[in-house]
């Protein structure tokens, strides 16, 4: 049967998440890029910005409004925090609206007030397909909230292991991330001279943003709380993240158990890959991939599990999990367009 491509426009095409979302969609057998918007970009060349994705090259950004995403089967924002909302609101109910910002990650508006200081937009179906029930809910959504780049590997790392109870729900995630995760807009901490040759932690002591939205999902696979201490660390590569996860062994667990667990929970998945044993995750395996690497270690000395996560932040971090996302809610097959195949060295 010939089916019709949608639509689809990009709000942000001139940062890295709309640059990577269209660098996927121009690889989408299903999909016509429509609109391509921006802000203060806006009249300028797509290729005098992102000179990488050549086939859009003379396509002129438009503003960021109703008007200009009007018409598309589906919009992707990859705006700002707190830009989202307004925009959203005025696209009809029937498009399938996906955002690739925090607006409407998190279920609970005091939390959300607490670590990002402005009003709650909202409340939309959380896009992790690998979580339980999860793929249900998006099959057929139009309305998708993309998980931050560390919650989606901090989460697909530890969530077997705490909603099998092999652990205690107390965790601990030390995440390594490249600087594209902070977006092109210069920040004090990302000033070049500073990063390079540098490896440096922020956000510490659970005030990074991030750390209600790992708690919020590993919270929704247990009775009880969750208490997650989580803490970035910026190294000077432009992509990846590698996630290094732990919590207390419940009594009597093996190793041999702990891979089981997340042999049953994974072997099915067409994006989340538990490494041969002895293998250890790394960012450049998954890079430009859609695959996020895991592996998992008893340290029997310390009665720890021990789960070590590698992702693209901009591919299954953002836009390649949006695009899953897509999928999913378009009826789609739910890799189509996406790659495991990441790019080394
Ligand atoms: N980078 C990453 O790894 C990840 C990013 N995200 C999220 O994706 C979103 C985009 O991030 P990223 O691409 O990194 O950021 P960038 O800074 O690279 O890009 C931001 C984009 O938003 C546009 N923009 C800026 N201000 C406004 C505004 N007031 N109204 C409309 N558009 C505006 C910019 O346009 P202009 O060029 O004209 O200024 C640009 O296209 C953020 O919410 C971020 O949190 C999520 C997970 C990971
Ligand atoms: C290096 C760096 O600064 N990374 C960003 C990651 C943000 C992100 O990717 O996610 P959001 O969509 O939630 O902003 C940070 O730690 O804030």
Redesign the pocket.
């Known amino acids: 049967m010939h089916m019709t491509k949608k639509r689809v426009a990009v709000?942000?095409?001139?940062?890295?998440?709309?640059?990577e979302l269209l660098r996927l969609l121009l690889a989408h057998p299903e999909v016509e890029i429509g609109a391509l918007?921006?802000?203060?970009?806006?009249g300028k060349t797509l290729g005098s910005?992102q000179p990488h994705l050549l086939p859009l090259a003379d396509r002129v950004?438009e503003p960021?409004n109703a008007e200009t995403l009007a018409g598309h089967d589906v919009v992707f924002?990859?705006?700002?925090?707190g830009?989202?909302g307004p925009?959203a609101a005025s696209l009809p109910d029937d498009v399938v609206v996906i955002d690739?910002?925090?607006?409407y990650r998190l279920a609970d508006a005091e939390t959300w007030a607490k670590f990002y200081g402005t009003d709650h937009a909202g409340t939309w179906p959380y896009g992790l397909p690998e979580l339980p029930g999860q793929r249900e809910t998006l099959s057929g959504a139009n309305r998708i909230a993309?998980?931050?780049?560390f919650p989606t590997v901090s989460t697909l790392a530890l969530a077997p292991a705490v909603e099998s109870g092999i652990v205690e729900p107390e965790v601990v995630v030390v995440a390594a991330t490249g600087t594209?995760?902070?977006?092109?807009?210069s920040k004090p901490h990302l000033i070049g001279a500073e990063v390079m040759g540098n490896v440096s932690a922020y956000g510490v002591g659970g005030v990074h943003r991030h750390t209600p939205e790992i708690v919020q999902n590993l919270a929704g696979l247990v009775d009880g709380e969750v208490s997650v201490s989580f803490t970035p660390v910026l190294v000077p590569m432009p992509?990846g993240i590698l996630a290094t996860c732990s919590a207390k062994l419940a009594s009597g667990v093996t190793a041999a158990d702990a891979r089981g667990v997340y042999e049953k929970a994974y072997g099915d998945e067409p994006f989340v890959h538990l490494l041969p044993e002895g293998q250890w995750p790394q960012t450049q395996a998954v890079l430009g991939s859609n695959a996020v690497h895991l592996q998992v270690a008893v340290d029997e000395a310390a009665g720890r599990l021990v789960v070590v996560g590698a992702e693209d932040?901009?591919a299954k971090?953002?836009a390649g999990g949006a695009i899953q996302c897509m999928n999913l809610a378009l009826g789609l097959e739910e890799a189509a367009g996406l790659s495991t195949v990441g790019v080394a060295p």
């Open positions: 709000a942000g095409a001139s940062g890295y998440a709309g640059g918007t921006a802000a203060s970009s806006a910005l950004l960021t924002l990859a705006l700002p925090h830009e989202s925009i690739c910002g925090a607006d993309v998980p931050g780049c594209s995760g902070a977006g092109k807009s992509r932040n901009l971090g953002t």
